[in-house]
């Protein structure tokens, strides 16, 4: 096993959306960094970015205009993490993000500043902020009700044409379905791998003849999200030109496609703007006098990072930024102070759908404003540590629809701060 001893200004701990936006921003600022990531949870996420959809909870009011409802929100939950953010960072870090994304051909979009409807593969609609450009066409489509094919393959599972369509038959009556063979459609089907297959032109032409006849009076087409992974805007025109009529993308279950976009396009392109990266490693210990100075573990190496500041975006429970046993709930690098409920039998209500959420969902670290973690006094707890993204207290983001956003706006704040801090 080989041992390195590296160092750095700032090291990122985390490699969620939170981590990679963190990098991205701290390598834009000429800032040398270091990333760590225990294993890469963006290919579990929809790749949506939500930025504020719901609030309150208990009362499920969906918000057309995300800032609207984070004026609001700022008002009723003084210590939400957007609460520490102007909507102007908020859209300065979005509109960093997206461009080093659209570099990377994963181009996101918006529509007419508001949030919008993504059909989920059940059929039920997703409050959303940023989508992928490939899910743009599906939002105005089913604004218009255009006559539409939505199209679903054998043997891939979790996706059901026939479904959406049934579901959406008050919203849209202008749907019909058609099911597809893909290349070897004897064998169970992987929205990765189709993916990848899409990416040879070849395949894409047999697929295009497989849906031509099915396309008649349709408009516009909707298909699972396979379309490519590198080189995905290509892809995505091809077919388009194949077909004669527009097409969109609706989201897979997990492992989605275009989180797997997002997690590529991270890893490739943040070594090329200077970050130095390491993923599969973890950190284990830590040891802090003026810099800190990490033990981090791999399966090949074992090393040593000298930093000066510390991003912790660890996340929470599936993160593995906070971990629960029959006790306490504790943070599992630097043992920081958890804001929540500290008795087992409050973490949860009794009613799995409660209306207001469960209690857990809120628990996490606190900060002062330049997101520094604080203790129950309000004390700073190193004036080189700051903690974003979902370990944040306060922070009911599967409920709320806000995970990107507050991930990402917390990421590009604590990277300011570390920088102006620095001097
Ligand atoms: C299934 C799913 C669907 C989602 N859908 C949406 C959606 O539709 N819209 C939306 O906006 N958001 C969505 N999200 C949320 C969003 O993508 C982020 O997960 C969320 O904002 C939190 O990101 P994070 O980076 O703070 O934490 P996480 O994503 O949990 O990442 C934490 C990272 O820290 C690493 N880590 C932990 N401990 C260590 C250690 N000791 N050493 C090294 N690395 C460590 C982990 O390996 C991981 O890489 C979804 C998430 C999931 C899981």
Request: charged share 25%.
């Amino acid at each position: 096993m080989s041992r390195i001893e590296l160092k750095c200004d700032l090291l990122v701990i985390g490699s969620g959306i939170a981590g990679m936006a963190a990098s991205l921003f701290a390598a834009n600022r000429g800032i040398k960094t270091i990333q760590i990531g225990k294993t890469n949870t963006l290919s579990f996420t929809s790749g949506l970015m939500d930025v504020l959809a719901v609030h309150p909870i208990e009362e499920k009011r969906l918000w057309k205009n995300p800032w609207d409802a984070i004026d609001t929100l700022k008002k009723d939950i003084s210590g939400h993490p957007y609460s520490k953010v102007s909507k102007d960072t908020i859209e300065k870090a979005f509109k960093e993000l997206v461009a080093f994304l659209k570099s990377a051909d994963v181009p996101y979009a918006n529509y007419q500043n508001k949030n919008v409807n993504i059909i989920t593969p059940i059929g039920t609609l997703k409050p959303t902020f940023f989508v992928p450009e490939s899910m743009l066409n599906g939002v105005s489509a089913l604004e218009e009700k255009k006559p539409c094919l939505i199209i679903d393959f054998y043997n891939l599972k979790g996706f059901s044409a026939l479904q959406i369509k049934e579901t959406l038959k008050d919203k849209w009556q202008n749907l019909r379905t058609a099911q597809i063979k893909f290349l070897d459609s004897s064998k169970e089907q992987f929205a990765e791998q189709m993916a990848y297959d899409l990416e040879k032109p070849k395949n894409l032409d047999k697929l295009a003849k497989e849906i031509s006849p099915h396309i008649k009076d349709a408009e516009i087409l909707g298909i699972p999200a396979i379309l490519g992974v590198k080189r995905h805007s290509s892809v995505l025109s091809k077919l388009q030109e194949l077909l004669g009529v527009k097409v969109f993308e609706i989201p897979t279950i997990i492992p989605s496609v275009p989180g797997i976009r997002l997690k590529k396009a991270f890893e490739d392109k943040l070594q090329d703007i200077g970050v130095q990266s390491f993923y599969s490693q973890e950190v284990i210990q830590v040891f802090h006098k003026d810099d800190f100075v990490f033990d981090v573990t791999g399966a090949a190496s074992m090393f040593k990072i000298r930093t000066k500041g510390v991003i912790l975006s660890t996340g929470r429970f599936f993160g593995g930024g906070l971990s629960a046993d029959r006790e306490k709930i504790t943070e599992t690098i630097f043992n920081l102070e958890i804001y929540g409920p500290f008795l087992r039998k409050v973490w949860h209500e009794l009613d799995f759908f409660a209306p207001r959420g469960h209690n857990i969902n809120n628990c996490g670290i606190e900060t002062d404003e330049y997101f520094h973690p604080i203790d129950k006094s309000g004390k700073v707890i190193f004036n080189n540590l700051y903690a974003v993204g979902s370990i944040l207290a306060h922070n009911d983001w599967t409920r709320m629809k806000c995970g990107t956003g507050v991930s990402v706006a917390t990421a590009y704040s604590a990277v300011n701060a570390f920088l102006n801090q620095k001097g």
